[in-house]
């Protein structure tokens, strides 16, 4: 799901030559609906392609925080995703309280936790994860936006190689 929507994104933000050159990149032939790649084809597809759109999104993070973004709109529209949208029943809150458990159900590695400081302020708190912080702040953003959530917003923070954390908010 995430290959496919990083090179859906590739497509829209840059041409079918940077497609082709992050599909390589991932050392996958043929992408198959429903079968688990190693997060490492992934991360080198991420790379390579904010490497490709940096210019464009003004600087890699922000490359980054676009790929994420986009990715949010694969991960909506998956089973698991779909899921996510139900349990919440149109509620922010119950939306960011599941991304956890949900997020587990579309990777096979770390560990996802959501602290509460307020009733539209939350710490998101990711142990074992490869991704790289931008990216997820993408992540979140774009599952917010979707949401409809007002003034969302998403402060991404790497605590070491492999924790982040990241402070997500809304208005009521």
Same mark, same amino acid.
């Given at each position: 799901?995430?290959?496919?929507?990083?090179?859906?994104?590739v497509?829209?933000l840059?041409?079918?030559?940077?497609v082709?050159?992050?599909?390589?990149?991932?050392?996958?032939d !043929?992408?198959?609906?429903?079968?688990?790649?190693?997060?490492?084809?992934?991360?080198?597809?991420?790379?390579?392609?904010?490497r490709?759109?940096?210019?464009?999104?003004?600087?890699?993070?922000?490359?980054?925080?676009?790929?994420?973004?986009?990715?949010a709109?694969?991960?909506?529209?998956s089973?698991?995703?779909?899921?996510?949208?139900?349990?919440?029943?149109?509620?922010? !809150?119950?939306?960011?309280?599941?991304?956890?458990?949900?997020?587990?159900?579309?990777v096979?590695?770390?560990?996802?936790?959501?602290?509460?400081?307020?009733?539209?302020?939350?710490r998101?708190?990711?142990?074992?994860?490869?991704?790289?912080?931008?990216?997820?702040?993408?992540?979140?953003?774009?599952?917010?936006? !979707?949401?409809?959530?007002?003034?969302?917003?998403?402060?991404?923070?790497q605590l070491?190689?492999?924790?982040?954390?990241?402070?997500v908010?809304?208005?009521?």
């Amino acid at each position: 799901m995430f290959l496919r929507t990083t090179l859906d994104a590739v497509r829209c933000l840059g041409d079918e030559e940077a497609v082709r050159d992050c599909q390589r990149a991932s050392g996958e032939d !043929k992408l198959v609906d429903f079968f688990a790649y190693p997060v490492s084809a992934s991360l080198r597809m991420v790379f390579i392609a904010a490497r490709m759109l940096e210019d464009r999104c003004g600087g890699i993070d922000e490359a980054l925080r676009a790929l994420g973004y986009r990715a949010a709109d694969g991960f909506l529209c998956s089973a698991a995703g779909m899921a996510l949208q139900l349990l919440a029943n149109g509620d922010v !809150k119950k939306l960011v309280d599941n991304l956890p458990a949900t997020y587990r159900a579309s990777v096979s590695f770390g560990s996802r936790s959501i602290v509460w400081t307020g009733p539209t302020r939350g710490r998101l708190i990711m142990r074992r994860e490869f991704m790289p912080y931008p990216f997820l702040e993408g992540v979140l953003m774009g599952v917010l936006d !979707k949401a409809c959530a007002r003034d969302a917003q998403v402060r991404g923070h790497q605590l070491s190689t492999l924790e982040s954390e990241y402070e997500v908010s809304w208005q009521t």
